[in-house]
């Protein structure tokens, strides 16, 4: 959420948001000049609102959230949004149960590194990027794709980027075969002429073929057998 709220207002838009807890991450926004409060409370709701943007933790009977339901606003969860921001761009997205911020961190630093100029949203404060969000000159962008509550359907990558696959998450998905299947369509929603990198051995070898019959290409990553060598000492 804050990578997104430093999106908007880098572009020019009053940010105002909620935390339940102040922290070094919500001062840090403050000190940027974003307008953030941590008590629920209707006060605090700007004359003027474009646009409300939130996430799944935010609890259901929020008085905040609830009025602007009920009063018609536009109300787009976090990753919808980062959907359409996207959309426009050429996508890198990294998905996976783990290592999503650190891949979404390492490619952005490798493509920029080597001179491709690329926006990035990570889950994660990037040291050296010193924030979670940098925008870029180029058309492309890297994105952390999470898989809570299907957020990473909202979508269409470019370039997927797969490092994991776990039974996560079950009190969304109620069983492992609903987490595959999930994570299956985010592949599908590879752009045509796109591309698949993935983990060695997870199971996505039957839209791998799908990919590949479509005419985007597939790749995959890691050891598929693990060789050992006795040492010994004489």
Request: charged share 25%; net charge negative; glycine share 8%.
């Given at each position: ?10 572009h020019?838009?009053?940010v ?25 409370d ?44 996207s ?139 693990v060789i ?7």
């Amino acid at each position: 959420m804050s990578a997104l709220a430093r999106y908007f207002h880098l572009h020019g838009a009053e940010v105002h948001g909620y935390d339940r807890t102040e922290t070094d991450l919500t001062r840090a926004l403050a000190a940027e000049g974003m307008l953030i409060h941590y008590d629920d409370d209707l006060k605090y709701i700007p004359e003027s609102v474009d646009l409300v943007v939130f996430t799944p933790a935010v609890p259901k009977d929020h008085s905040e959230l609830n009025w602007f339901l009920d009063n018609g606003y536009p109300v787009k969860k976090r990753a919808e949004v980062l959907g359409i921001i996207s959309r426009a761009k050429r996508c890198i997205a990294i998905a996976g149960t783990h290592g999503k911020t650190t891949t979404s961190t390492m490619t952005s630093h490798l493509l920029r590194a080597c001179g491709v100029d690329a926006t990035a949203f990570v889950g994660g404060i990037s040291l050296n990027l010193g924030s979670n969000f940098v925008e870029g000159k180029s058309d492309w962008v890297v994105v952390e794709a999470d898989e809570y509550d299907r957020s990473f359907l909202h979508l269409h990558p470019e370039i997927a980027v797969l490092n994991s696959i776990d039974p996560d998450h079950l009190d969304i998905y109620g069983t492992e075969e609903a987490v595959v299947e999930s994570y299956k369509q985010f592949v599908r929603q590879i752009k045509p002429g796109g591309k698949l990198i993935y983990r060695h051995g997870l199971p996505l070898e039957d839209v791998a073929d799908e990919l590949r019959a479509s005419g985007r290409q597939v790749f995959s990553s890691g050891l598929k057998k693990v060789i050992t060598r006795r040492l010994t000492c004489g």
